[in-house]
Each structure stands twice: as C-alpha cells, then as structure tokens.
C-alpha cells in the first residue's frame, strides 16, 4: 500500500513543481536524463544477473512482446491510414505498447499473489517490459522521433542507451552465473529504488490536463488498449486458446492489465514524441488502472 501511497504523492509533488516559478520550465528533462542514466542502468544490473532462465519465463515474457508488437501494428496502421503525425505514432506505441509492471505491477501483485506472484512478476518486467522497451522501444523512439533516422543510427541509439547496455553487462553476468559483490548489491538497490520517485516527478512536472485539449481523443484511444483490449488479447491467446490456468498465467495477465509504463512516458518525451499525452497517459492511465484491474482480478478468478 505504502508503494501506491507514493505513486501518487510524487505525481502530485510533481504537478506542484510545475506551478513554481523557481523551478525550470524544463526541470523534468533533468529528472528524465537522471532515470536513463542512473537509475534503470542500477535497476538492471541488480536484478538481471539473479533471474533463472527456464521455459516458465515464456508467457510472462509474452505479456511485454506480444503487447508492444500488437501496439506497434494498430497505432502504425491507424496512424497511417488516418493520416496522424510520426510524432503521435510513436507516443501511443510507446505508451500504449509498454505496461507499468514494476512500479505499480509490484505492490498490487504482492498484495494479490503474495511472494510467489511478485517473482513471475519480476520476469514479465526484467527480461519482458524493460527490454522491449530498451530494444523495441528505443527503435520506435528514434524512427518516430523529428527528422529520419537510419538504420545504422538507430542500431547507435540502442548500443549506446545506457538501460540497454546495463541490460546487456547483466545477460553475459547471468550466463557466465556471476553477480557483483555483496558489497555492491545494496549500492545498486538502493540507486534502482529511486527510478519510482524521480520518474513519477517528471512525469508530473509535464501533466498538464485540460478539457479541451486535443488530445483526449488519442488518451482514450491509447488507454482502450493499454487497459482493456491489450489484456483481452493476451487472456484469449493464453487462456483459450493455449489453454493455460495457473497462478502464472494469471499474474502474466494482471500485468498485461497495468497502466502505462512510466519509463516509456520518459522516453517519449526525451524523444520529443508528444510529451504533454505521455505524461496525460501516466496520470490518466495510473488512477484508471485500479478500477479496471478490479475487473481483470475477478475475471481471471471466475475462469
């Protein structure tokens, strides 16, 4: 409870920040750069080289790749065919496409699954959402962003984000069955821990909701499928066709319900990708997420 107490005081501490003229107008950019470089990078490196690789990783491994590719397929033949800008293209797909798995996926999966339910979590946000969003995601970023981007940029912008190159030192520590000393293992914790507070600031350093803006239309389309239609896939493919029903299945699901990830808010704006509907699609997404993952709790415990 006390996490989602947080998510919230920190939205708020950072809607206020916005409102006082001593603080920059462009202050969250400098929260932004502190979470790609500093706090997802300690993320990685602390839990990536403790996960265990069996096949039980697949359908919470799915939950994050069949999302954001299904994001990436509605989003970029919508916006083709109604004619929308790369730039708001590439802010659903990100926002839309990556699911908040870990800042608010952890609490409410522990609370509802106990221990058990937060290690399957764990693998549908490590290995899952965090490295979509550091390969597929950093892709759509840079190919959606102003101006073209090569091939050979992009494949630069993905080698060189540091969440990314964090990711991979983690995979080949993971491999070779080495982790950092134990002296280390509470520095990384402790520098991973403060991605929810920072993040959760900028994003509500850029809120800026108000009733005629032009992009309620594009929120609703984006937390349609975020919060309802991406689970409903994701439930059918699991549920009915594979015919899976336990306890993992179930938690992969919950997490395929979750609001808007915070991250690829941060990265749509550092990205120039319509950073007032990013941040809409966090302090939207984050509140509307509770009722909706209601219902998702008692449909996967009536089937």
């Known amino acids: 409870m006390d996490s989602i107490i947080l998510i919230f005081i920190c939205l708020l501490a950072g809607v206020a920040l916005s409102r006082i003229k001593a603080v920059p107008a462009n202050g ?35 939950v994050a ?13 919508l916006g083709k065919w109604l004619g929308w800008s790369k730039k708001l293209i590439g802010c659903l797909v990100l926002t839309a496409g990556l699911g908040n798995t870990s800042f608010v996926g952890f609490p409410i999966i522990e609370a509802l699954y106990g221990k058990k339910g937060l290690e399957t979590a764990i693998i549908t946000d490590q290995p899952g959402t965090f490295v979509v969003m550091a390969t597929l995601g950093i892709i759509v970023a840079a190919s959606y962003s102003k101006g073209s981007a090569g091939v050979l940029e992009i494949l630069k912008k993905i080698l060189l984000f540091p969440p990314f190159l964090a990711f991979f030192a ?46 309620w239309g594009f929120l609703s389309l984006g937390l349609f499928y975020k919060l309802i239609l991406m689970p409903a896939i994701l439930f059918v493919l699991y549920k009915i066709i594979l015919g899976q029903s336990d306890q993992e299945i179930n938690v992969s699901l919950m997490e395929a319900a979750m609001a808007p990830m915070i991250t690829a808010a941060i990265l749509a704006s550092a990205y120039g990708l319509k950073p007032k509907l990013a941040g809409m699609m966090i302090g939207v997404g984050i509140p509307l997420s509770f009722a909706t993952l209601a219902i998702w709790y008692y449909i996967l415990n009536t089937f």
């Open 28 to 62: 969250h950019m400098a929260l932004n750069n502190f979470v790609i470089y500093i706090s997802l990078p300690a993320l990685a490196l602390y839990y990536i080289p403790k996960i265990e690789v069996t096949t039980k990783l697949l359908y919470p491994l799915g």
């Open 65 to 77: 790749w069949i999302g954001f590719l299904f994001a990436w397929l509605l989003f970029g033949g």
């Open 170 to 215: 983690g995979a080949i520590m993971n491999i070779c069955d080495t982790d950092f000393a134990a002296i280390f293992q509470p520095v990384l914790q402790k520098l991973g821990s403060t991605v929810t507070p920072v993040a959760l600031v900028a994003v509500g350093m850029q809120i800026k909701i108000q009733r005629r803006n032009r992009h």
